[in-house]
């Protein structure tokens, strides 16, 4: 347009072949006006006005900067924030007197606030606790009850519910209330129908633990899991940030299952939580997939509930406030510079040992070991 415009074409020859306005043709005639055209910028400029029409005028923004040095360095007080700005200006007799987040905001353009941003730091991997974990290398299932729900003009109900880290791959038993026996066949049935995890985690339930008034006893859950060479591990007692993933599960099954039917037996509730186990199972298809690869239930394993146990026992512990833990009905000193502090306790059964190490969420890739000692496991539960 502006090429034939210099040619000595008229605006209106020009608009009718381009088929734009005339206004169109003059504004950008006007814009090249005296430059090359190689040299011109046809690119569309903002609508928004140059001055914004409500803002504060430069004047009161120099005196609210002003004031705030003056405040800062002689208020009897030592209150030199937007409010106390704004108070000082009102006696100085200035109409209208901006509002204290107007202030706030003078303040913030001209770099007068104190005050340092949050670092936001990204959030650890999952299972960062466990390296081979966090790392992809390993997969753990995480294992809860769901506790206090009651089928009407029926009986008590609890769920075992178990669902892997990566994979997403889940399991849910409605029974009767549980007992250890009842958890450790759910826990055999799952694991033989889709594949042996590296870990299991657990809460410190007594089911799971054993019995917690004895020193260096470990229930059958613990020795289940060592006897299939899965490493059992133990989430810090009322923390629930390494029991998210199940939390999640359990609220999901309340929810999708026990939440949206009326149920009116112990087996039509099985039968239910059946089909959601199977539907999500199909949903997560292509990320069970991408998960570590399980192991397969060894085909001539029978359970023996005394049989002598080897491998390593896992506790994430915190410490107090003189760096002690209790692990295993004993309190061990681990570090008197890592005080309320997270710490991964590895019990090695064949290396007669417990081994301390750091946990940090903000750099969990550093494991600093802490503390190495001694620790026997009593005879009875050490396979010769």
């Not at 005296?34 to 040299?39: K, V």
């Not at 590296?198 to 019995?211: K, L, V």
Request: with cysteine.
């Amino acid at each position: 347009m502006v090429a034939m415009a210099r040619r000595g074409y008229s605006i209106r020859e020009i608009a009718r072949k381009f088929r734009v306005s005339r206004p169109t043709v003059e504004r950008w005639i006007e814009r090249t006006h005296g430059q090359r055209l190689d040299r011109a910028s046809f690119d569309d400029l903002s609508s928004a006005p140059h001055t914004v029409a409500n803002r504060t005028n430069s004047d009161t923004e120099e005196l609210v900067l002003n004031l705030r040095r003056e405040l800062k360095e002689q208020s009897a007080l030592g209150e030199f924030g937007a409010a106390a700005i704004r108070r000082e200006l009102q006696t100085h007799g200035l109409s209208p007197v901006p509002c204290v987040r107007t202030i706030g905001r003078i303040l913030e353009r001209g770099g007068a606030l104190d005050y340092r941003r949050r670092v936001r730091r990204p959030p650890p991997p999952k299972g960062w606790y466990l390296e081979e974990v966090a790392r992809g290398r390993a997969d753990i299932d995480l294992c809860d009850f769901v506790e206090g729900l009651v089928i009407r003009s029926g009986p008590e109900v609890e769920v075992f519910n178990v669902v892997s880290l990566h994979g997403g791959l889940c399991g849910s038993f409605p029974a009767a209330p549980y007992n250890t026996e009842m958890a450790l066949r759910a826990l055999c049935q799952h694991w033989h129908e889709v594949g042996l995890p590296d870990y299991a985690q657990f809460d410190n339930d007594n089911r799971f633990t054993g019995p917690h008034q004895h020193r260096d006893a470990i229930g059958r859950v613990i020795r289940l899991c060592l006897r299939l060479e899965v490493v059992p591990v133990f989430a810090p007692p009322r923390e629930h940030g390494l029991q998210n993933a199940i939390e999640g599960y359990n609220g999901l099954w309340q929810e999708k299952v026990w939440g949206r039917f009326e149920h009116l037996s112990l087996a039509a509730l099985q039968e239910q939580s059946g089909k959601y186990v199977s539907a999500s199972r199909q949903r997560h298809t292509q990320r069970i997939g991408n998960a570590p690869e399980r192991r397969r239930f060894p085909a001539a394993w029978e359970r023996n509930d005394e049989a002598k146990v080897r491998g390593q026992i896992i506790y994430i512990r915190r410490t107090d406030e003189r760096g002690r833990l209790s692990v295993l009905g004993r309190t061990f000193e681990v570090s008197a510079n890592w005080l309320h502090r997270l710490v991964r306790c590895e019990v090695d059964i064949d290396q007669q040992e417990i081994r301390f190490y750091a946990l940090r969420r903000s750099d969990w890739s550093k494991q600093p070991l802490l503390r190495r000692l001694h620790y026997e496991l009593p005879r009875r539960y050490v396979a010769d």
